[in-house]
T-cell receptor, first 113, second 114 residues
């Protein structure tokens, strides 16, 4: 079945460092791909999405490119801030389902000043 | 502003007690979902509903029940049959329209055992 694999956390970086959080997926056809962010004690917020191959989603300085050839959707940011500390979830919406999201396990990001 | 409201933010359950978590949305979304999140873990689907008066079990439905009498509301009852209910519960909704639509989340309810 469809699945999402994220790099294990926590990921610890210094402020202004470059961020990459890896996400790879297994799915038939062309799923839609999402990144969500969860701040402590809160629900999840949609960060960005991409719906077809080579699409780049971007928001708040974060970017991710839908790579069909490597089945990946890695999250990147050029210069992280302490306020980016959160848990990041990668998810996919399968081609054959109009209700379901398949979730990665989440990656905790810690940014030190 | 449109959104999803979960209440209460914190809830405590006594042994043998059923408790109900509220979820209301004013986004006019057709589909609604309940997830459970344990510390340091991802999301696990409990129940979902695509239309009023219809709902389906997710991956961990045992010990939980839901109803969908109105489009705006999808309450979750944690029954006494759920032996390990301590967790963070998240409600979400989604507009119908295919796989490109994201899910939108409430701020969650944290349930603990007294």
């Amino acid at each position: 079945g469809d699945s999402v694999t994220q790099m294990e956390g926590p990921v610890t970086l210094s402020e202004e460092a470059f961020l990459t959080i890896n996400c790879t997926y297994t799915a038939t056809g062309y799923p839609s791909l999402f990144w969500y962010v969860q701040y402590p004690g809160e629900g999840l917020q949609l960060l960005l999405k991409a719906t077809k191959a080579d699409d780049k989603g971007s928001n708040k300085g974060f970017e991710a490119t839908y790579r069909k050839e490597t089945t990946s959707f890695h999250l990147e940011k050029g210069s992280v801030q302490v306020s980016d500390s959160a848990v990041y979830f990668c998810a996919l919406s399968p081609m054959d389902s109009n209700y379901q999201l398949i979730w990665g396990a989440g990656t905790k990001l810690i940014i030190k000043p | 502003d449109g959104g999803i409201t979960q209440s209460p933010k914190y809830l405590f359950r006594k042994e043998g007690q059923n408790v109900t978590l509220s979820c209301e949305q004013n986004l006019n979304h057709d589909a609604m979902y309940w997830y459970r999140q344990d510390p340091g873990q991802g999301l696990r689907l409990i129940y979902y509903s695509q239309i009023v008066n219809d709902f389906q079990k997710g991956d961990i439905a045992e010990g939980y029940s839901v109803s969908r009498e109105k489009k705006e509301s999808f309450p979750l009852t944690v029954t006494s049959a759920q032996k390990n209910p301590t967790a963070f519960y998240l409600c979400a909704s989604r507009r119908q329209g295919g796989r490109n639509q994201p899910q939108h989340f409430g701020d969650g309810t944290r349930l603990s055992i007294l």
